[in-house]
């Protein structure tokens, strides 16, 4: 039997479901085979949902990895058992005990140098690739703010809308600065609830 392919509205309640509760979501074991499925339909058919989508399951991942960072420090401090009891994807299974192993040996190390049966070494850190690695993501969201998307000062309370790229934004303050889709920016300010920052 066929199964139903995924929708942007089913994505987004995910990550809002995500967003909302500490533990990790259940998702289906083939929900990031489904999402592949989708973006992959959406991808050359309507391109503004492909990114809106892309956007909602990177965020969607982002949750879930903090979530299981946490779940392995938890494990090593608590001496609990491995990763059968938490709601995790085959992928995440393999981060979750990465994790854990990872944390272990962190701790072990340090218990050794209190103890004094190993030397205290600088590790060595290369600042400059750090840096280096950083910079993709911030010039790929100066490029979001100028493919399609403006940065407005809002000057009058906005409530809750949905946007031209299907997501939702607000409810919005007096004095705030938010970046979002140039459609609705230039609505806002038409409006007289925003003006426009030049970037």
Known sequence: ???????????????????????????????????????????????????????????????????????????????????????????????????KNIFQDFNQNVEKMVKGEESIETPDIDLEEETSNQEPDETEEEQEVEEGYNLVKIISDVPEFMGTDLESYGPFEEGEEVKIPEDNAEILVNRGNAEEIEN
């Open 1 to 99: 039997m066929a199964e139903n392919p995924l929708t942007f509205s089913e994505l987004r309640k995910i990550q809002k479901q995500e967003k909302r509760q500490e533990d990790l979501s259940d998702l289906e074991e083939n929900f990031i085979l489904r999402v592949s499925n989708y973006l992959e339909m959406k991808k050359d058919v309507d391109n503004r949902e492909y990114k809106s989508a892309k956007r909602v399951f990177d965020k969607i991942i982002g949750l879930r990895q903090e979530k299981i960072v946490k779940q392995a420090k938890f494990a090593v401090k608590s001496d609990t058992g491995g990763s059968s009891e938490l709601k995790l994807l085959p992928r995440e299974k393999e981060l979750f005990l990465e994790m």
